[in-house]
């Protein structure tokens, strides 16, 4: 478990009856590199591995497949709470409802990042580019992908930073 337990105190000296515990459920970094403004909202997400690991391709569509809930979202990734593990380094294929307002289906992602607390996972999918997805596929690989699967273009990241902004300004406004 890569639970850490922390201990401080109101004054931050010593220890007294105004000792806290803090039991963080996930490791957490600070991170000041962010090139997308990240949103907190908290939607069903469903995904499917399309190559793994262990080098296991599905290029149909027709590898494991799993359900998550959405922590996060930007017009770089998405970061999901799921109960079936994943490796970093697999890729996926995602598929989102943004409240009930906008429909992202077929985008693949790369797993950056899979840290387990008990029975969750925390996994971190950066949304990838389709010259980017040559740096994982074969040439043969790449060919098999079907033409309604798309990398995360400028034309996908503009529909989600315009969901984000929306999002964002009416948050604003109340």
Do not use: C
Request: proline fraction near 3%.
């Amino acid at each position: 478990m890569m639970s850490k337990e922390k201990t401080r105190n109101s004054t931050g000296t010593g220890h007294n009856r105004n000792t806290i515990s803090i039991k963080a459920p996930f490791k957490i970094e600070k991170d000041e590199k962010r090139r997308f403004i990240r949103l907190e909202i908290t939607d069903p997400l469903s995904y499917s591995v399309m190559k793994d690991r262990t080098n296991s391709f599905w290029p149909q569509g027709d590898g494991p497949a799993y359900t998550g809930s959405i922590l996060n979202v930007s017009a770089g990734g998405v970061l999901i709470l799921s109960e079936a593990p994943l490796e970093e380094g697999t890729l996926v294929v995602v598929k989102m409802m943004l409240q009930g307002i906008e429909v992202i289906s077929n985008v693949i992602g790369l797993v950056k990042r899979a840290e387990s607390d008990e029975n969750e996972w925390l996994i971190g999918i950066e949304f990838i580019t389709r010259e980017k997805l040559t740096d994982y596929l074969s040439t043969a690989e790449y060919e098999l992908i079907p033409q309604d699967y798309t990398s995360f273009d400028e034309h996908l990241r503009n529909i989600l930073n315009k969901y984000i902004y929306t999002r964002k300004v009416t948050k604003e406004e109340k």
